[in-house]
Each structure stands twice: as C-alpha cells, then as structure tokens.
C-alpha cells in the first residue's frame, strides 16, 4: 500500500484534527484524567459524539453505519485521535460482538442490536474466560439447556471486564456436553444483564481498580432469539471475535503518542543537581531506539492487516503477532516512563480520581501516574490471550510449524 498522503487524505486529515479540536476540548481532557479508568462517563461520552458525526465504526461495513475510508484513512484518524488524546473507545460492543451480529447474526439481531451499539446506546460485555477455561477456552463448562423457547443458563464466567456496567454480556456456553471434542457443542448467546438469576462480584487489580469481575449464571433465562447462528456452532464465531479483539488491542498510534511524551519527559527531567536530562543517557536513549523501531516495524503490519481486511474479510492469525508486539511495546513504554520519574513514581495517590493528582505536586507532572500506568499495562499480555498462546498460533497458523 501507498504510504504516501495524497492531497485527499492531508485534506482529511484537517478535516479530523478541526472535528476534534472542536469535539474533545481541554475541559474533556481534564475530566478524563490520565485515561486509565474503564468507567462510563468519559468514553461514553467520546464515543456518542463520534457516532453523531458518523464516525464510531470506520471498520464496520458500510451498510451497517460504517466509514467509506481507505485504510490510510483509517490510519490518520487512529494517529489524530491518539495525539488529540480522545479516549479509547470500550471495544467490547463496536470491535468484539459488532463483527460477529454483522457476520453471522440474523436480520432481526442485526436490526435490533447493531443501531444502539453504533450510537453508543447500550454497552457490552464478554462472557469468555472460566476459572477452569482462559488459554484453553474450549475447555468451558458454563452451560445452557434448552426448554421450549429459552435456554437456562448455570455457570461461572471471570475476569469480566466492566460488566459492573454492562446491559448486555455476549457468552460463550457449552449446549451440547456430549460433543466428542470440545470445540463442538459450544454456542455464543447474547444475555440481557438485568436478567434475575446474574451476580456480578468485583475483583481488584493490581492498579487497586475495579475493571474485572466474576459473573455468575443461576438459572438465567435466555430467549432462544439470543442465539448466534447455528446451536453448537459457537466456536467458530468465537474465533472470529478473537482476531478483531487481538488486532485492536495492538494500539500502535496510542503507543506512537506514549513515546513522543516519555521523550518530553526525559528531555526535562534531571538525572541530579547539575546533571543533563535523562534522554541524554546513551543507555536510556537506546532503548527508546529500540521501541521506536519495534513500533515502526509494528505499524507497518498493522497497516498491512488494515489493508487486507478492506479488501474483505477478518484479519487472520496475523492478529496474533499484532497482540504480542502491540502488549510488550506499551508494556516497555510504561517501563522507562518508571525508570524516568524514579522515585517520583506513586503507586496510589490518596483522594485522587485515578492519579489524576490536584494536591500539591511533589515531581514533575507526569509522574503521579507512571507507576498505574505501569500496573495497568501488567495484564496487556495476559487479556485476549497470553503471549505464549500467541506465540503458539503464529508458529502454527502463520509460519506453518508443527
Ligand atoms: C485485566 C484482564 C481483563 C480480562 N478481561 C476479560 C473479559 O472481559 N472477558 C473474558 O472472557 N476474559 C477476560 N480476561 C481473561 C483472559 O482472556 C485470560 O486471562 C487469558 O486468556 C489467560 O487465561 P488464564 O488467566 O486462565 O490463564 P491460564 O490459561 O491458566 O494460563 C496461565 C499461564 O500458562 C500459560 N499457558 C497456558 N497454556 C499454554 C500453552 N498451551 N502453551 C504455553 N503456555 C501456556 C499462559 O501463557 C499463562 O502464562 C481478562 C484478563 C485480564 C487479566
């Protein structure tokens, strides 16, 4: 692909830097904070606006409300959004169960949950990992029984991600538990999350937040309506939400915008009295040398996957690689922003709305959220499957081995 601007795409990316000057000002930079909390308010709020301009879905085909972009495009308004500091958008309904309704829902599902999920009007959750079932997820045991026209749902799902806020959960549930492998007898139901019978319990992360939760199912009555496509069939929908859930967690232009900051950060920060700043330590600079070639090389398959998928399609087990290099890139970032602010960095900031710090500053600025910063990046390669699964796909799926 051309990664050349043309004149159109300077004239679109004016376009996108006029719409956000304008639609995501400094009051909602300043109530945002540092962007790590997954609370409604703020990418509820982001994500609304972009759904009036016509803007929340750039992937989504174009008769079901999305962008007519070209993935160079779609690569601008990536990098514009991550300098302007927009929020990210929660991708659980937009990336994760969109495609699936899109793919290989019904007519009347597509109808009646596509819209709100566009407009930011009802907001989802993902019913995949078990206690016993997160690398081998195939291993679920929460279970639905068909009576008449519902199913009734028993089971635990865990480390459900902002389901304390959901309206909805997608689920991935064992129907048939005699299947002899146990990637058949798999279907992926939509759950309403005000249906009695749903607990949802927290747990706290490392960052000492409140992202994740366990779920559990007692006796839930699911209309057979909710169900995806074919009855056992779920495991090949499942895949599908997986390789959109790895292509967006990569964040490279996110990460383009976390380095050019920590570069700001070295480049005022004192190493000691008298001393020069961090970034002209041969040692410091070499490894943001180092990221900066990773996110380059990284940037470039991620265009080719935006690339392939305009074409038509999901992305591929390219995805994979796109996850692994994406997670340890904003893992290495948040690193040397540590080793920048040093002792400076503060795990927990008391009475503060996630480190956004408006006491007294002890440090420069940027420093009362390296170390949550830090936290929040641990589990990037872990969520949307660990790193040495990954690897394990693209030994197999993409280089072949066996
Ligand atoms: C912050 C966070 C948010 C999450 N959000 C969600 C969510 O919203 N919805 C959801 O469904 N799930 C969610 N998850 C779950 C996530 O997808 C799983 O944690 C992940 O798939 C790993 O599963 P596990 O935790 O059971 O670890 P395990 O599968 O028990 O793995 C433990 C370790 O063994 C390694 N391992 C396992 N199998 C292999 C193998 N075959 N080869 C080599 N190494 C292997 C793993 O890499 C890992 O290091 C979230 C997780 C976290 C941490």
């Not at 609370?39 to 085909?61: C, F, M, Q, S, T």
């Not at 490894?287 to 935006?306: F, G, H, N, W």
């Not at 795990?347 to 929040?376: C, R």
């Amino acid at each position: 692909m051309d990664l050349n601007f043309s004149a159109e795409d300077i004239a679109f990316r004016d376009e996108v830097r006029a719409f956000l000057k304008d639609n995501w000002t400094d009051q909602d930079r300043k109530d945002m904070g540092n962007g790590l909390s997954m609370d409604h308010d703020i990418p509820v709020r982001w994500h609304r606006r972009l759904a009036e301009k016509g803007w929340a879905a750039p992937n989504w085909p174009l008769e079901h409300g999305g962008c007519p972009w070209t993935p160079t495009q779609k690569y601008i308004f990536d990098v514009e959004c991550a300098n302007a500091n927009c929020p990210r958008l929660i991708s659980f309904g937009l990336n994760l169960v969109a495609p699936v309704l899109y793919t290989f829902g019904n007519e009347e599902q597509q109808k009646k949950y596509l819209p709100d999920i566009l407009s930011g009007k009802t907001w989802w959750c993902q019913g995949y990992s078990e206690p016993g079932a997160g690398s081998d997820l195939a291993g679920l045991s929460t279970r639905a029984e068909r009576q008449g026209d519902h199913y009734i749902v028993n089971g635990q799902k865990t480390w459900t991600s902002t389901a304390h806020n959901a309206d909805m959960i997608f689920c991935l549930v064992r129907t048939d538990p005699s299947a002899k492998i146990k990637q058949q007898g798999i279907s992926f139901l939509l759950i309403d999350m005000k249906s009695p019978g749903i607990t949802v319990k927290p747990i706290i992360t490392l960052d000492g937040q409140h992202h994740v939760n366990d779920t559990f199912f007692d006796n839930v009555k699911v209309p057979v309506a909710n169900l995806i496509g074919e009855e056992n069939m779920g495991w090949t929908y499942a895949k599908l939400l997986l390789t959109h859930e790895r292509t967006g967690i990569a964040g490279v232009a996110r990460s383009k915008n976390r380095l050019d900051e920590l570069k700001a950060a070295a480049s005022t920060e004192p190493t000691g009295m008298g001393q020069a700043p961090l970034i002209d330590d041969p040692s410091f600079r070499a490894k943001i040398s180092q990221i900066e070639i990773d996110l380059m090389a990284l940037e470039i398959t991620d265009l080719r996957t935006l690339a392939d998928v305009q074409k038509g399609g999901a992305p591929g087990p390219e995805s994979s690689i796109l996850k692994v290099r994406g997670t340890e890139i904003q893992q290495s970032i948040a690193e040397l922003f540590l080793e920048c602010a040093g002792y400076y960095s503060q795990p927990y900031v008391k009475d503060t709305h996630w480190g956004n710090y408006e006491g007294e500053m002890i440090g420069a600025d940027y420093s009362t959220s390296t170390a949550l910063q830090y936290f929040n990046t641990r589990p990037a390669t872990v969520y949307g499957g660990s790193s040495e699964v990954q690897r394990n796909i693209i030994s197999k799926a993409v280089l072949g081995l066996r």
